[in-house]
DNA sequence: ACTGAAAGTTCCACAGA
DNA sequence: TCTGTGGAACTTTCAGT
C-alpha cells in the first residue's frame, strides 16, 4: 500500500506548502517558487484541487477581534439506549455556529465538542440553553482553555 | 464596554465572511458582492489585514489523502514542581508538525494536545518517543477520534 | 508535460468629488 | 470614503516542442 504523499511528486508538495503558507498568492508568484512557468502551475494547483487535496481557500481570522476569543472543550455524554439520539444530536450541532469542532470519540463520553465564545457569561447561556437542551444528552464536562500555546490549520507536508 | 464586533461595520462584516468562505476571491467579485468598486474593496480588507481581522490566508488540504487522517487528543499532565517544565513542553510541542493545536486548559491534566498521524502505528511511535519523552512529564490519557462530526476553522461574522 | 506569447482581466495608484 | 481611469501585473488560452 503506497502512502497517500508519494502519489504526489516534490513539485504538487511544495505547492501545497506554498499554498497553506500563503492562500491568496499569486500564481506568477507561485510558479517561481516552485521553479515552473505559470502554465504548468496553474495545470497542477487545479488538479490538485479537483482530486480534493485542496479542500478549500479561506482567510484566518482573529477570533480575539470577533466576541470568540474563549475556548471551551465540552464533553458530552448521551443516553445510549436510542441509535436516534446520535443523529438528532449531529444534526442539532452541525449548525451551531459557536461549534468550531465535534468528534465521536472513545472512552467514557460520546462526543468532544470545540466551541468558541465571547466570554464565560456567553459560555453559561451556550452549555445551558443549546448544548443541554439537545434531547438525549445526559451529561456534560467542560474544559476551559486558559492560555493557546499553539493553534494551526497546516498539514504537514515533506521534503519542501 | 463596546463588543469587538461592533467596531466593524456591516460592509467589513460582509467582506470578512466572504474572504472566509472564499480566500482566493478575486478584489473585483469581492467588491461586487459587498457592493463597492474596487479601489474601496481593496483598502478595506487591507486594513482589516493591517488591524489584524485577517491574520493570514491559507489553503484547506485534505488530511485524509496527506498520511494525517487520525486525529487524537492527548491529555498531558506535568511535573507542577519545577515552573521550568511549563516552558520546556511548550517549546518542545511547539515545532511538532503533527501537533495541530496545544492547549493549556483547567481541570486535572495541564495540557490538551490535538495531533494528526497516519494510523495508530504512527500514533503509538509519536506518544511514547515524542511526547512522553519530552521531560517533566508525568503521564497522559488519548481520546481517539472515530469519526469527525464538524470542523470548521470559520469564525462566524453575524448580519451578512 | 513544459515553454512562450497573445488576449483578456485584475490590480492598484492617482486624480477628482 | 467613494468613483473612475490608465498603466502594470496577472490570468488564461493556445500553438508549438
Known amino acids: 500500500m503506497k502512502s497517500a504523499l508519494e502519489k504526489l511528486n516534490r513539485i504538487d508538495r511544495h505547492i501545497l506548502r506554498e499554498l497553506q ?14 521553479g515552473l512557468t505559470t502554465t504548468p502551475c496553474i495545470e497542477r494547483v487545479k488538479r490538485l484541487e479537483r482530486d480534493g487535496y485542496i479542500k478549500s481557500y479561506t ?4 477570533p480575539e477581534q470577533l466576541d470568540a476569543g474563549l475556548i471551551v472543550f465540552v464533553q458530552i455524554r448521551l443516553d445510549r439506549t436510542s441509535k436516534q439520539s446520535f443523529e438528532e444530536f449531529k ?10 469542532e465535534c468528534y465521536l470519540v472513545s472512552g467514557n463520553f460520546d462526543y468532544l465538542v470545540k466551541a468558541r465564545l465571547a466570554d464565560m457569561a456567553a459560555y453559561r447561556v451556550f452549555l445551558q440553553d ?24 497546516a498539514i504537514p507536508v515533506p521534503y519542501s
Do not use: C, F, H
Open 21 to 34: 503558507a500563503d492562500g491568496r498568492i499569486t500564481y506568477a508568484a507561485l510558479a517561481e517558487r516552485v
Open 59 to 62: 482567510a484566518a481570522v482573529n
Open 91 to 100: 444534526n442539532a450541532l452541525i449548525d451551531l455556529p459557536e461549534v468550531q
Open 130 to 153: 443549546t448544548l443541554l437542551s439537545v434531547p438525549g444528552v445526559q451529561g456534560s464536562t467542560s474544559i476551559m482553555v486558559m492560555e493557546v500555546v499553539k493553534e494551526t490549520l
